[in-house]
C-alpha cells in the first residue's frame, strides 16, 4: 500500500491521500503536525512526502510516525527546499529546508528510541537554467554534495532536495 502524505492535488488513483486541506484530492484529512497519524502499524510499503515535511514543527516525531506506520524495508521519498533556495525563504509556512545530510540522524542511531533509516540516495534540484551546462553542474553538485554545500550553495542555487530512505526495523 502507498501513502502520500501532504498530497494536496498530486495524488494518483492508487494511492491514500493524506492533506489538511479538504478542497484537495484528498482520501483522509488530517494535520500531520499532530501526532499520533491516524494509521495502523506497519501497514505501507511506500510513503510519499513531496513538499510537506518542511511545513511540520517536529520533523523528529514525523519521520517517528512515518517510520511506525511503515512496514520494515518500506520506501520513504521525501522532496523539499535545499536551503539555498530562494523559494523556501519566500514561503513564511516554511519551518526548515534540507540539506544532504538532513536525515543522518535516523541512519545508524546510537539510541535505540530514534527510528532507524537507510539513505538510499539523494539528489539535488537543479537552477533555473536549461540545457548542457544544466546538467554539468548537476552531476557535479550530486557528485560532490559537500563541497558544493560548503562552498557553493549561494553562489550556484538549486530548487529543492530529494531523498530515497527505507524503513529498518
Known amino acids: 500500500m502507498i501513502i502520500n502524505l501532504g498530497c494536496g492535488n498530486r495524488k494518483s488513483p492508487k494511492m491514500i491521500g493524506v492533506d489538511i486541506n479538504p478542497l484537495t484530492d484528498v482520501d483522509i484529512i488530517a494535520d500531520l503536525s499532530h501526532f499520533p497519524y491516524p494509521f495502523k502499524d506497519d501497514i505501507f510499503d511506500k510513503v510519499i512526502c513531496n513538499s510537506i515535511l518542511e511545513h511540520i514543527d517536529d520533523l523528529v516525531n514525523a519521520i517517528r510516525e ?42 545508524n542511531p ?9 539513505l538510499i540516495s539523494f539528489t539535488i534540484g537543479i537552477f533555473d537554467s536549461q540545457g548542457f551546462l544544466r546538467n554539468l553542474f548537476k552531476r557535479f ?29
Open 110 to 118: 546510537n539510541n535505540p528510541s530514534i527510528p532507524k533509516l537507510e
Open 66 to 107: 512515518i517510520h511506525r506506520i511503515s512496514k520494515n524495508g518500506a520506501q520513504i521519498t521525501i522532496t523539499g527546499p535545499h536551503f539555498s533556495s530562494s523559494d523556501f525563504y519566500a514561503d513564511p509556512t516554511h519551518k526548515r529546508a534540507f540539506s544532504s545530510r538532513t536525515f543522518n540522524y535516523f541512519i
Open 141 to 169: 553538485i550530486n557528485k560532490h554534495i559537500n563541497f558544493y554545500e560548503k562552498h557553493f550553495a549561494f553562489i550556484l542555487p538549486t530548487k529543492g532536495i530529494s531523498f530515497r530512505l527505507k524503513v529498518m526495523k
